[in-house]
């Protein structure tokens, strides 16, 4: 069987970051999704809910805010509950396995994205450079070794 998600959108509210009672991290969010269009026709934008846990879930709250693109990649779970009246509901919501940046309004030319934290950028490792006299040439033969 395949359960794979992928979407990508602007997270609608800002992801806050709870904890279970036995310490795991955990957010729940939501992205609004726009969906392909045609010309002439009417944008339509899906909303979609995502919960993420653990190391998953402090990088979104730390690094994302509300019209921050993301990209998310997960399974999509069934959830069932009941509501403050009795009913029973069932929710179908993105469990988050891998979620990355997509840029920011800051970028698109709106105000009000958090920057994120710069990358570290490793130097690159620097080699010496030889000559070809510390090499020996090989002799051609046609016996193999084997």
């Known amino acids: 069987m395949l359960n794979v998600a992928i979407i990508m959108g602007r997270?609608?509210?800002d992801p806050e970051l709870r904890t279970t009672a036995s310490g795991i991290a955990?957010?729940?969010?939501?992205?609004?999704?726009?969906?392909?269009?045609?010309a002439g026709e009417e944008r339509q934008t899906d909303f979609i809910n995502v919960v993420?846990?653990?190391?998953?879930?402090?990088?979104?709250?730390?690094?994302?805010?509300?019209?921050?693109?993301?990209?998310?990649?997960?399974?999509?779970?069934?959830?069932?509950?009941?509501?403050?009246?009795?009913?029973?509901?069932?929710?179908?919501?993105?469990?988050?396995d891998e979620v990355s940046f997509c840029g920011s309004k800051a970028e698109t030319g709106t105000a009000?994205?958090?920057?994120?934290e710069p990358a570290r950028v490793?130097?690159?490792?620097?080699?010496?450079?030889?000559?070809?006299?510390?090499?020996e040439e090989i002799p051609i033969s046609d016996d193999l070794p084997f």
């Open 52 to 96: 993420a846990w653990r190391q998953t879930a402090e990088f979104v709250s730390r690094y994302f805010q509300k019209g921050s693109m993301i990209a998310v990649r997960g399974r999509i779970q069934q959830r069932n509950y009941e509501d403050k009246n009795g009913n029973k509901r069932t929710a179908f919501e993105i469990v988050a």
């Open 26 to 38: 955990v957010t729940s969010f939501s992205v609004a999704v726009e969906r392909s269009y045609r």
């Open 112 to 116: 009000g994205a958090r920057q994120s």
């Open 122 to 135: 490793q130097p690159a490792a620097s080699f010496a450079t030889g000559g070809a006299d510390d090499f």
């Open 11 to 13: 997270l609608t509210a």
